[in-house]
Structure formats: C-alpha cells, structure tokens
C-alpha cells in the first residue's frame, strides 16, 4: 500500500494507516519503554494526536514516518517524567533502594531490546527505524524530525552503547551485523 | 544481530484494544477558541474597572457615555478652554460659553443679577428699581441690554469695555 493512497483529513484513510502503521509504532516504542502499558498509551496518544491533525499532514513525508515522530516524542517525554518520578520514588523512600528486577525476567527477557531500553531514547528509536522497519536516513530523518548528518550520529552512539552493555565485538560496522547496512534500499512498512 | 532484533521485537505483540482516537470528540472550533475568549472577556472586565475606577458596570457605561458625548453629558464649563471671557455680545452670535459667569441667554444668577425686573435686591427694599438703575457700573457692558431678557455680567470685572 503506497503513501500516496492515504488523502489527509480522510478517516477511512487514516483508519487504514491506524491499521498498517499502530503495530510498528507499538514495537518500536516497546523498544524504548520498558514498561509495555506505557508503549500502548504513548502509540494510542500518538494516534489521537495523529488523528487530530490529519488534515494537516502533507504528503511529502510519509504517514508511517510522521506518526513514528509524534509516537517517539511522547515516548521521550514519557521517559523524561519517569525519571523525576523514580526520583520521587527514591525520595519517598528515604534513599533506600527500591525492590531489585527479578532475576528470572532477566533471564527471558530479550537482552537485546533490554539494552535498547536502557540507550537514550532517539539513538535507540534510530536502531529501531533503521534495523527493524528498514528506514532510509530520509526517513529515519522525516520519523525523528532531524537531519540526516543527525541520523548518522545517532546510529553511530547507538552502535556504541549497545557494545558497551552487550558485547566488545558488536559493532554495526560489521558486515554481518546488520545487512541491511549494505543496500541503502528503502521498504518501509511490512 | 539484525535477526535477532527482528525475532525478539516481532515476538513483542500490540494490545488489541479499540483505537482511543475514535473515541476522541473532535471539539468544534467556537469549543476551541473559549478558553481565549474567556481571557479577553476577564481582561477586558478588569481594564473597564481600571479605568472607570469602580467595578461597577453603571459606572463604565457613564464613563463611556461621557467620553463618546461630552457635551450631553455633562454640562460643566470646559476648563481646557483657552478662550477669553467674552462680553455678552459676542457670546450671542457664538454658543452659550459654558463658563461660570452667566451666560446671556440664560437666565441671570438671582443673586448677581441686577436686574430691574427681576428679583430685588433683598438689602434694600427700596432699591427695587433704582437699585438695578444705581447699578450701572456693575452692568458690564449690557447698556442695550437692559431690556430685560439677558442679564449683564454678574462679575465687575468681566466683559468691560
């Protein structure tokens, strides 16, 4: 289904988009939020917001792209007010640290998307674009709301913290790493 | 890598509930824009009892009376006036100077008039008549003018010439 089908302000195509697009947009923001009820109200809230502007989206940047945008803001804002609320928290408890992660979710969770989650949120949403959506710097650009030099820089720290929490020799620089680094081809939307 | 970011985020599955945009009440723009006009309306509350100096709208709307029909409102002399006190005469072929002195069209001030006619002098009993007529240096100005109707300038010093 190409971009171009969607007509700003039509709902039936915007209910099309919602129905294409949400289950992107719910996984990456899953690679950003830890907590999964927090990924489904920052993707809904995107959607309204979506849905509120619809007849103000241009069809220059792609649908998908522009609510990627929109849901990656509100998770960053999320993130951002989780952390003056784990201040709060630590605060209401005196200093005392709070109950540790249960060693047996660790062990299932997908260490992976765990190190993802624990990356700044823009250089992670660039991995996510880029290595699972299969984003171009144009639209990874478009989706972020940034230039593509800032694409590249992004990717570039993101490829370095992952290395530093999950393994010396992972590197996006290796050519088996991620093959999608070899063609620049762009197939957004699955 | 790239697989194994695939596998492990496809395995991350969308809560399938009703969309929460089909339940948003797309509010119509008059909705949208009463937040702003209540504040121009507390705004503009609060600058009328600036101004009028009271809070009570009886009183905005004298101001505002005053200010868009000066003359009817009020007829209190133009104090910003630069015009010399004019002798009677003139004031006939101009309009009626809203001065403190009486004017000539109006009716004379009881108790500066001396009018032969009108009311007597309450000292003098006898100076009805001759009262007005020994008051000649008082009429300033009006010696056609005391037939009766207009009444010379009250003041001695106004209107000489």
Known sequence: MSEEAYRPGDKADFDRLYRAAYPHVYRTLSAILADPQAAEDCAQDAFVQAFRAWSRWRPEAPAEAWVHRIAVNRAISYRRSAKLRAVGEVLRRLGRPGPGADPADEAIKPSLVAALRSIPPKPAAAIVLRHYHGYNNREIAAALGVSERTVGTRLRQAGEMLRAKLAPDFSLDEPGAFPSEQHEESYAGR | ?161
């Open chain 2, 1 to 161: 890598m790239e697989e194994r970011l695939r596998r492990e985020l496809d395995a991350v599955q969308p809560m399938f509930s009703s969309p929460r945009y089909l339940s948003t009440n797309r509010r119509p723009a008059a909705l949208r824009f009463a937040p702003a006009a209540l504040a121009a309306a507390v705004l503009g509350i609060l600058a009328l009892t600036a101004y009028a100096g009271s809070p009570n709208p009886r009183v905005w709307t004298e101001h505002v009376f005053a200010v868009v029909h000066p003359a009817k409102a009020s007829p209190t002399p133009n104090e910003a006036s630069p015009r010399p006190q004019p002798s009677p005469t003139e004031d006939r072929h101009e309009t009626p100077e809203p001065t403190e002195t009486a004017e000539p069209r109006e009716s004379p001030e009881p108790h500066e008039s001396p009018e032969p006619n009108q009311s007597p002098e309450p000292s003098g009993g006898g100076e009805t008549g001759s009262g007005g007529s020994g008051s000649d240096g008082s009429h300033s100005g009006s010696d056609g003018s005391s037939s009766g109707e207009s009444s010379p300038e009250p003041t001695p010093t106004s209107g000489d010439h």
